[in-house]
């Protein structure tokens, strides 16, 4: 039921964001949320996410981070399938192409938890790894 409940206010989360062009619920002045569209990697659903970003280089920093759940978010997975996808910042589409960090995990961890303490407390929650993304505009 949990999660069935998740999902319905991402839902709605999503929906508000972007009918209001990110005026509601786009993380206050300056805005640190973007709308993720992703395409399942087993539904081939299209899908769409409120997340955190911490903007880099000409692109974004997303964190797989799921509150410090035990498991990626699924949001992870089908971008991993599939990553050449869009997000909607404040009203704005832009298409991005996502890939792990990779080499630049640890670099780009430590300045997300600097600039977003809370990401270092979901990372104390678990055990695994918390994937850090890197969206390139296309």
């Known amino acids: 039921m949990g999660r069935f409940i998740f999902r ?19 993380g206050g002045e300056g805005g640190k949320v973007l709308v993720l569209t992703h395409t399942g990697a087993k539904t081939g659903k299209v899908r769409q ?5 911490m903007p880099h280089d000409d692109g974004f920093v997303i964190i797989a981070s799921a509150g410090g759940d035990e498991r990626h978010p699924g949001w992870y997975h089908n971008l ?7 997000v909607n910042i404040n009203g704005e589409r832009i298409d991005v192409r996502a890939c ?5 995990r640890d670099e780009l961890w430590a300045k ?8 270092a407390n979901y990372e104390a929650k678990t055990d695994r790894v918390i994937p850090v993304v890197v969206l390139e505009r296309v």
Do not use: I
């Open 80 to 86: 991993m399938a599939n990553p050449v996808t869009a």
């Open 8 to 26: 319905v206010v991402t839902s709605l989360h999503a929906k508000l964001y972007q009918l209001t062009g990110g005026r509601f619920f786009g």
């Open 49 to 53: 996410t409120p997340l955190m970003y």
């Open 100 to 104: 792990d960090a990779g080499d630049q």
């Open 112 to 119: 997300v938890t600097a600039w977003d303490p809370r990401f």
